[in-house]
């Protein structure tokens, strides 16, 4: 161990207790279950002279080191509530009053001698205290009580300080607020700080499970499901408040530069390049991200950066200079106040007395103060990095107006107030002059569209129905090549339009490093949070492959093949929900995919048609209700829309049918009443959620069904007979210069069907012909070109479509009608009846 002479305090308990050894604070947290709050301070101050034998000698690991001291704090803040409690008169052990650890106990990380930072509240249904004797009033005694027995007033051998100055509106309430009305100022007066200090909370005395429950309900104001990069300029404010208010920063307010050659006066929690910066960038990286981030849901700085790391949101070598620079600087932290058992922070401003210092932790003068410079430049660096608006030149400079194309006076208007800091937008005066170089951004971007007015009046449209406009120009502003991701949809694309409409939250995700995942619906265990998020994940995954398509990184196979494996994934999320709903866990369903989700070629706005098997031995109002619930779960219309629209329509009966099918009555109906049209419509069929056994069974059924000699003669007839009602309702001439993909003569409807009568006729096939129209059905429905002509087609998309249009578009209706002609022509005199087998 170092030298503890050269610490007053520590020699003083030496003289008290004597020699401590590797298990004297383990022994002291040991003791702590059999004391009462009279042995507190005895107990505090074995476990201190134990816990700097570990630091200083460096046989604990320092993130074991906070743990440590944190479980004794909470062992002794437990104490003295029930002591508190007991001494009020109240029965049995605290019921519905708990305490919060915030800051360094919260994060399971205190200092050798810190303060600790609480909060209590009580839930007024739970505590044993009628209304009628004040509930608040009774809690906040035994707040008091407990806080003199932890912090006895004049008396050297404290337990801990205690500071209450985190909960809300500290300056008028008592030390203990109702659960009611805390929740109450959170979600609808609370500051950014409030926030910031409930990152770190965790219930560590008193009715823990009321505490969770509290902290639970809290989670959608500490985490946020919308990247909130306003947090970064509320704690870049913080900061500088603290920086030119806080007392203990005198010394590095009146120096020439903020990092010195050497650390004198340096206050290592509050200064420039210290621990409360490496906080704030690791805390602003867990605000923005934390709410679809679930690893970074901790309250430990450490375990915060290693998940930053782990989740692909922090370089490997910057977690790795700021873990270090942190470790660093809270083991000087904690030698300077094993001094004198002191809460300092700020450094010796002479040479002389760092040798004191230096020498407790076994180190030189010189070294440590080299390392701690080091450090500071590695923080500060990264702290400006993160927290320091550097405006883009190009934007800032470029004079936009010069080259631009006549605008209407109105658009001009508009483009003027982008230009100014987005005022029309109720933007703050304070933040404009930082959002003139994102309007510069958009304006170019805009008005250099081939869309210029209509572009600008689109663009308007979407900022002014923001309902929080600043935070999502701030994340922009934060993150210009967003732009391209917003700019691009708007402009062209009515249907992403409509996403970004409904979720403005979309263009978070082209900052993440990995993709939306269904666990960000699954994890949460409210039922109407599970639907609100599951229409998040769809529109968000929509939105990040249409953008890919549109800009060329994924073709139209990759976009078919991301859209069926969303769909997919949402439709076993939507199972799970249903199942945990019913609370029927085993329930066993196999989902049959019909149309373009059969065919593993979802489109643009596609439903999804879908047949719902179940083993004969279900329950079938049990089935219903699952296939009912999960109906409702995928379509019922949300703030942000429905995830799918549903069309069981194919299923036997129709939609007079039952909704839920048994495998058994599957097949018979195949077998014994079903018209060929139906199994035109079932050869691109396939399981695609559920059961897999049951998937497996009902496959084999479908396989037998198609694979079953029939009569042809009557295949083909029928065959004839449905295409032409299809024709008389739905089908119609286009020429080959205008946009109609589907419902064309020649389209893709029809190669689509006659493929599939081609399937269970060994006739012509038509993959080429079907992969043909359903290409250009994706630009189509992604670019709003129904209707328009080839020539209407925006120019930045033009070279990724097919050459030569309207020439691509009549060799495919050729190729179309030269297989239905294979059939020969149609009977008018057929009649539709059921399948006739020939074996």
Known sequence: MSDCSFSPYLSRLIERFGQPTEHTAHDAIATLAGADAANLPELKARFNLGWAYLALSQQCPFKDLGRLQSTFADGAVEIALRAAWHAEKLPGEPQGLFILGLGKLGGHDLNFSSDIDLIAYYDPDVLPVPESRGQAYITSKVMKRMTKILMPPHDPDFVYRVDWRLRPEASVTGLALSTSRAQDFYFFRALPWHRLALLKARVIAGDKTVGDSFLADLSPFIWRQNLDFRAIDELAELKTRINLEHPRMKVERVTATPIMEHPLGFNVKLGTGGIREVEFITNAKQMIWGGKHYALRTTNTLEALQALKDEGLFEAADTERLTAAYCDHRRLENALQMMRNGHEHVLPQQEADWSDIAALMGETPASLMTRTTDHRHIVSTRFSAMFTVTPDASDKTEPVLDAMPHLDEDTQDIVDDWL?????????????ARLKPLGAALARRVIMSDVPDAGIRRVDAYLSSLSRSEQYLSLLAANPALLDALVGPLLHSPHMSVLLAQSPHIIDTFLAPFPPTI????????????LERLR??????LFQNYHAFLTGTKDWRELAAALTQQAETVLEAALSIARDDLKAPDLAIAVVGMGKLGQSRMMPQSDLDLIFLFDDGVDRDLATKAVRRLSTILTTPLREGIAYELDMRLRPSGRSGPPAVTLSAFRRHHEEFARNWEHIALAPARIVAGDPDLG?????????????PRDQAQLIADAHYMWNKIVVERIRPVPTNQFETKLRDGGL????????????????????????WAELLYWERLLGLSGLRVKDVPDIYAALMPTNLPDHQAKLEQQVRRAVDHY????PSAEMRPVIWTT
């Open 749 to 772: 409807m029809m190669a689509d069907f006659w493929d599939s009568v081609g399937k269970l006729a060994e006739g012509p096939r038509l993959p080429r012909e079907c992969d043909g």
């Open 420 to 432: 100014s800091g987005f005022r029309r937008y109720n933007i703050r005066t304070s933040k404009r």
């Open 696 to 708: 497996a069974k009902a496959e084999a059924i479908i396989a037998d069904i198609l694979n079953r």
């Open 519 to 530: 666990d960000f619906v699954l994890a949460e265990h409210d039922y109407e949070t599970r």
């Open 536 to 541: 998040r994940f769809v529109n968000e995954g």
């Open 824 to 827: 020969g022509p149609a009977n």
